[in-house]
């Protein structure tokens, strides 16, 4: 079984500054890929960032970049510069073979000025 | 093309009815998958559909709740007499299936069952 942990469930950051959210798995697979989904208030979901384990390298995506740590297990991401924009909520997700997506409960995350 | 789409946006039922929903994928896209989102939760896997082959069921609740998809095309997700707890946001995201596994999922807006 796979399972996702999320164990902020709000953050807060003001504008142009930087945020970690916290993101801890576990899967009994060798090949596995781990996302982070941004959901706003309009329901959809809009994938944030993708990384494949097998990589060693950080994912980075403009603003948004990942830190991988495999042995921990640990997918934290990164938002640099934060914006009104960014304000969500936010998922991590995980994925084998079996292509199906394991969520975890997601952070709410609040952009003040 | 456009993204995936999903009908009604908002659905209102009282308990015992049968409702559908609709999800129409990204045109190519092989993979289709049905979630369910409860208030304040993360999503939870329902089914999914790949081609020809028999598709994964084994994320639906009850044998209330069953899925149909036409090829690689629209699909229905039907929940038999519904019930308070059914009430949900259901999602639908497709993908284009690599060999490896690992494929990008697009989600469409919803769907907001309310159950009186």
């Not at chain 1, 959901?39 to 979901?45: L, N, T, V």
């Not at chain 1, 510069?81 to 292509?99: I, R, V």
């Not at chain 2, 089914?47 to 690689?72: C, H, M, V, W």
């Not at chain 2, 095309?73 to 949900?88: F, G, H, K, N, P």
Request: charged share 20%; proline share 3%.
């Amino acid at each position: 079984a796979q399972t996702v942990t999320q164990s902020q469930p709000e953050m807060s950051v003001q504008e142009a500054e930087t945020v970690t959210l916290s993101c801890t798995y576990d899967t009994s697979e060798s090949d596995y890929y781990l996302f982070w989904y941004k959901q706003p208030p309009s329901r959809q979901m809009i994938l944030v960032i993708r990384q494949e384990a097998y990589k060693q390298q950080n994912a980075t995506e403009n603003r948004f970049s990942v830190n991988f740590q495999k042995a921990a297990k640990s997918f934290s991401l990164k938002i640099s510069d934060s914006q009104l924009g960014d304000a969500a909520m936010y998922f991590c997700a995980l994925t084998g073979t079996a292509s199906k997506l394991t969520f975890g409960t997601g952070t709410r995350l609040q952009v003040t000025l | 093309g456009a993204g995936v789409s999903q009908s009604p946006s908002n659905k209102v039922t009282e308990k015992g009815k049968d409702v559908e929903l609709r999800c129409d994928p990204i045109s190519g896209h092989t993979a289709l998958y049905w979630y369910r989102q409860r208030l304040g939760q993360g999503l939870e896997f329902l089914i999914y559909f790949q081609g020809n082959s028999a598709p994964d069921k084994s994320g639906l609740p009850s044998d209330r709740f069953s899925a149909e998809r036409t090829g690689e095309s629209v699909s229905t997700l039907t929940i038999q007499r519904t019930q308070q707890e059914d009430s949900a946001v259901y999602l639908c995201a497709s993908s284009f299936r690599l060999a490896g596994g690992g494929d990008t999922q697009y989600f469409g807006p919803g769907t907001r069952l309310t159950v009186l």
